[in-house]
């Protein structure tokens, strides 16, 4: 059983940044792989980002290829996306998710096994 925390969201200008982190709690986190999605309000939970168990390799949508940048430390039970050159079109709530099944993880929410409560990210212009 993984629990996921995410923490960083906030208010940011246009062209500002951020960064996520979700913080895990079990000694298994390390076998996970995890990804990043957000929804915004009325629109499906999208994805954004993935990494593999070992953190060596990554894939992110293109919608925010060359400024979100995943990362992990797995002594920290942690999961980064740092995000530049942020967006009016990037507000929404982000969520990390985990599973155990892949060693990284897909595009689909479907792929993934456990699931934080969120954190708002809201860009004004």
């Known amino acids: 059983q993984v629990q996921l925390v995410e923490s960083g969201g906030g208010l940011v200008q246009a062209g500002g940044s951020l960064r996520l982190s979700c913080a895990a709690s079990?000694?298994?986190?390390?076998?996970?792989?995890v990804g990043w999605f957000r929804q915004a309000p009325g629109k499906e939970r999208e994805f954004v980002a993935a990494?593999?168990?070992?953190?060596?390799?990554?894939s992110h949508a293109d919608s925010v290829k060359g400024r979100f940048t995943i990362s992990r430390d797995n002594a920290k039970n942690a999961v980064y996306l740092q995000m530049n050159s942020l967006k009016p079109e990037d507000t929404a709530v982000y969520y990390c998710?985990?599973?155990?099944?892949?060693?990284?993880?897909?595009?689909?929410?479907?792929?993934?096994?456990?699931w934080g409560q969120g954190t708002q990210v809201t860009v004004s212009s």
């Open positions: 998710a985990a599973t155990a099944k892949y060693y990284i993880g897909g595009n689909s929410p479907l792929t993934y096994d456990y």
């Open positions: 079990g000694r298994t986190f390390s076998s996970h792989a």
């Open positions: 990494i593999s168990v070992s953190g060596s390799s990554t």
